[in-house]
């Protein structure tokens, strides 16, 4: 058996969990932020036997693709008591990271 975890962005998530739940799997939701711009992203989490692995990680690339987004740069950025103002950037969003690991043992109580 294998847990995996994805951190994929808040965006995202509610379909990702949508497809998920209906091809069977059962996923935990965490609330999570990080990344360069400290943004909202969920962290998934879903116990899958080794020969389902494949199938879980096609459904996260299929939902959890990168585009482009216009975002303007954070306030501590700005220095000098305002004299330098940075123009909005392109960033990319979304996107899944994915860590796949062994479970030595699985308990539902």
């Known amino acids: 058996m294998k847990l995996v975890i994805a951190i994929v962005h808040d965006d995202d998530a509610n379909e990702l969990i949508g497809k998920l739940n ?12 990080g990344g ?5 992203n969920t962290t998934l989490l879903t116990g899958v036997e080794d020969e389902r692995v494949k199938d879980v990680k096609e459904i996260i690339r299929e939902v959890c693709r990168t585009r482009e987004t216009t975002v303007a740069p954070p306030n501590s950025l700005i220095g000098g008591g305002g ?3 940075p123009s909005p950037v392109k960033v990319a969003i979304g996107g899944a990271t994915i860590f796949v690991l062994n479970v030595e043992e699985f308990e539902k109580a």
């Open 22 to 33: 209906k091809a069977n799997y059962q996923v935990t939701k965490l609330s999570t932020t």
């Open 36 to 40: 360069f711009l400290k943004s909202g």
């Open 83 to 85: 004299m330098f103002m």
